[in-house]
């Protein structure tokens, strides 16, 4: 058994749409969970400085004592995994992209699958490199959708401007006759009505959050380190306390939260 919380963390506040699955499957264990509104959006960023924010972050979150971490944003999932274990080899380190890869294949028919993400991460190609990796003869169109990021960080999730936003960007993947969506962004899940409604009841919508805590708990059961208290406590932090962080976080997570602001340049 071991009590110490599990860290999570993203460019704002996308990754607590993780945060909700790992409570929802790991309700015992405690979370840290870091959201660089300072620094949002990390999807229009170079591979280098993402990883460069995300090494700070780390350490951030290894000064307080996470036993594992999932990253919770596919930019930095997608650019910086590789580097991010090389440099801490000791933290497990989970990474979003291979569980919403699982997912998508469990779930597409006919093997036409939309991938929608931001610049970075449909620029990286690793879904799509993935998912023909692990399915012959899948049919991959990828979408860059940067504007639902600051509509997100905005809680625009279901207005107009959202809508046209979410039409004017899926249209030509609706198009190709796809039966599945990922949502490569973990910010997209807080639009997930509105991208519903765009793309059809016919398209499945996968959102990895789910099978990367699922992953997660499994790596914990199998090295006993699983946390064993009563209901998990939850931490929030940013690197600038914008005023819509906290309202966004209790609305996701359906119970009132207040994050800290901390110098993540200090780390
Ligand atoms: N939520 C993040 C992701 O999954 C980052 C979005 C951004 O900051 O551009 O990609």
Do not use: W
């Amino acid at each position: 058994m071991d009590n110490r919380p599990i860290g999570l963390f993203d460019s704002g506040v996308g990754g607590l749409t993780v945060v909700k699955q790992v409570i929802k499957v790991m309700p015992k264990e405690e979370t840290v969970y870091f959201g660089d509104t300072a620094r949002v959006p990390y999807g229009s960023k170079t591979k280098e400085t993402v990883t460069k924010f995300s090494s700070q972050i780390i350490r951030f979150l290894k000064s307080k004592d996470v036993k594992a971490i999932i990253i919770a944003c596919n930019t930095v999932s997608s650019n910086s995994y590789e580097d991010l274990k090389k440099e801490f080899p000791d933290m497990p380190i989970i990474e979003v992209v291979t569980p919403g890869v699982e997912s998508c294949i469990a779930a597409t028919k006919n093997k036409k699958v939309g991938v929608i993400g931001t610049l970075a991460t449909v620029g990286s190609g690793s879904y799509e490199k993935k998912l023909k990796e692990s399915c012959e003869g899948i049919e991959v169109y990828s979408k860059a959708c940067p504007l639902f990021v600051p509509l997100a960080e905005e809680g625009f999730t279901n207005n107009d401007i959202a809508k046209l936003t979410a039409r004017t960007y899926l249209k030509e993947l609706t198009d190709k006759g796809i039966d599945s969506i990922i949502l490569g962004c973990t910010h997209y899940p807080l639009l997930k009505t509105c991208i519903g409604e765009v793309v059809g009841e016919s398209v499945k919508i996968v959102d990895p959050a789910k099978a990367a805590a699922l992953k997660m708990k499994k790596y914990l059961d199998e090295h006993d380190m699983s946390g064993g208290g009563e209901e998990g406590r939850h931490y929030f932090y940013v690197s600038d306390l914008t005023p819509t962080f906290d309202m966004i976080c209790s609305k996701v997570l359906k119970k009132s939260y207040h994050a800290e602001k901390i110098d993540i340049e200090k780390y």
